[in-house]
């Protein structure tokens, strides 16, 4: 079945620098991709919807300058949260649309940012 | 601005019973979309429901979908401890790039020997 691959797993970075994540898509084309960050106990918010060879959509009161989204090509988005803060921690989940009936969203398996 | 409500948010209840988590969504929506979520681990897809009255059962777990309603049922029967998780119910309106995920605050369960 369709796989999508988020890196990395976990990440501990110090206060001030970047960290970049990467989401692909396995085995099938996606040209919309979502980043979500979840808080403990909390639920998904959805950060910003990801088009790939454009600009990413960024849902209210997320800094589009803090979290950068590229989405080069038809597998690969990647979300670079600069000049981390540890405000900043958090569990951040990427997903891929599958067109298709539904459609379908698969998820990666997430990344556990730690900012000291 | 959409709101996607689920009830309860926790729940714990013991082997052997039966019951309903409630996700009740303030848009329109023809399709709505089940997780599990164990901590630490990203989503599993379990249900996707696309049109009114639809009904899908796995297992012990069974959803259904009201969309005049905007209210969607996860039923748990005669549950087990391999239930215990939490649950999220997710609505996908249309946006300009197409289908999105709202999420539910999520129901954590706990079933109890």
């Known amino acids: 079945g369709a796989v999508v691959s988020q890196h990395p797993s976990w990440v501990i970075c110090k206060s001030g620098t970047s960290v970049k994540i990467e989401c692909r898509s396995l085995?099938?084309?996606?040209?919309?991709m979502f980043w979500y960050r979840q808080f403990p106990k909390q639920s998904l918010m959805l950060m910003a919807t990801s088009n790939e060879g454009s600009k990413a959509t960024y849902e209210q009161g997320v800094e589009k300058d803090k979290f950068l989204i590229n989405h080069a090509s038809l597998t690969l988005s990647t979300l670079t949260v600069t000049s981390a803060h540890p405000e900043d921690s958090s569990f951040y989940i990427c997903s891929a649309r599958e067109s298709g009936l539904g459609p379908t969203f698969h998820f990666g398996n997430g990344t556990r940012l730690t900012v000291t | 601005e959409l709101k996607v409500e689920q009830n309860p948010l926790f729940l714990s209840m013991q082997e052997g019973k039966n019951y309903t988590i409630y996700c009740n969504y303030s848009t329109t929506s023809d399709r709505l979309y089940w997780y599990r979520q164990d901590p630490g681990k990203s989503l599993e897809s379990l249900f996707v429901l696309l049109s009114n009255g639809a009904v899908k059962q796995e297992g012990r777990l069974m959803a259904s979908l009201d969309t005049k309603a905007r209210l969607s049922t996860l039923h748990i029967t005669a549950a087990v401890h391999d239930l215990s998780a939490t649950y999220f119910c997710a609505v996908g309106p249309w946006k300009d790039s197409g289908y999105a995920l709202n999420f539910g605050k999520g129901t954590s369960l706990l079933v109890t020997p």
């Open positions: 085995d099938f084309q996606a040209t919309t």
